[in-house]
T-cell receptor, first 117, second 113 residues
């Protein structure tokens, strides 16, 4: 069964460094998302991406964040200058179709745990 | 705005006990509702979903019914196993074209032998 994959599973970085989190969505999916989960807190939406551009972003997704689909398979989240508070689990998700009157299932990757020291 | 409220955990149960996790929501339009499960050290896995009022989602012995009149989507299982120990998240899929999810805070369930 197709699944969303993410690399690395764990990333440790120093404050101020740039990190790139990678995701390979399910191949025939059209909509891509990043969420994050700070330890012990709820899963929060960061950004959605469709047709090679950001379709929606949350207030968390400031200028330090960017997303890209550099080729036909990868979907990346870049944090330019990491802060301590960026430490979290980052989940990539994808779905096939648009919501319309109903929102379709999103399939989540296993996550990348980012630790900023 | 849209939001999901979930009962706090942890919920500790003995094996074969009945499990209920309450989830209520506020939303405009006609959202879809989901339950995701997160096992220790793993990502989010879809457990079940319902896309319209009175729909019942079911999977692996878990059930939840989309109740529009009470804006609820409570998760139930009649007889839990130790392997059901996990964190359960209620989620709402918005009806705008981009379909972002709103998640509840998650409920940790611990099942003891």
């Amino acid at each position: 069964e197709p699944e969303v994959t993410q690399t690395p599973s764990h990333q440790v970085t120093q404050m101020g460094q740039e990190v790139i989190l990678r995701c390979v969505p399910i191949s025939n999916h059209l909509y891509f998302y990043w969420y994050r989960q700070i330890l012990g807190q709820k899963v929060e939406f960061l950004v959605s991406f469709y047709n090679n551009e950001i379709s929606e972003k949350s207030e968390i997704f400031d200028d330090q964040f960017s997303v890209e689909r550099p080729d036909g398979s990868n979907f990346t989240l870049k944090i330019r200058s990491t802060k301590l508070e960026d430490s979290a689990m980052y989940f990539c998700a994808s779905k096939r179709t648009s919501g319309g009157a109903r929102a379709d299932t999103q399939y989540f990757g296993p996550g990348t745990r980012l630790t900023v020291l | 705005g849209n939001s999901v409220t979930q009962m706090e955990g942890p919920v500790t149960l003995s094996e074969e006990a009945f499990l209920t996790i309450n989830c209520t929501y506020t939303a405009t339009g006609y959202p879809s509702l989901f339950w995701y499960v997160q096992y220790p050290g793993e990502g989010l896995q879809l457990l079940l979903k319902a896309t319209k009022a009175d729909d019942k989602g079911s999977n692996k012995g878990f059930e939840a019914t989309y109740r529009k009149e009470t804006t609820s989507f409570h998760l139930e299982k009649g007889s839990v196993q130790v392997s059901d120990s996990a964190v359960y998240f209620c989620a709402l899929g918005t009806t705008d074209s981009w379909g972002k999810f709103q998640f509840g805070a998650g409920t940790q369930v611990v099942v003891t032998p």
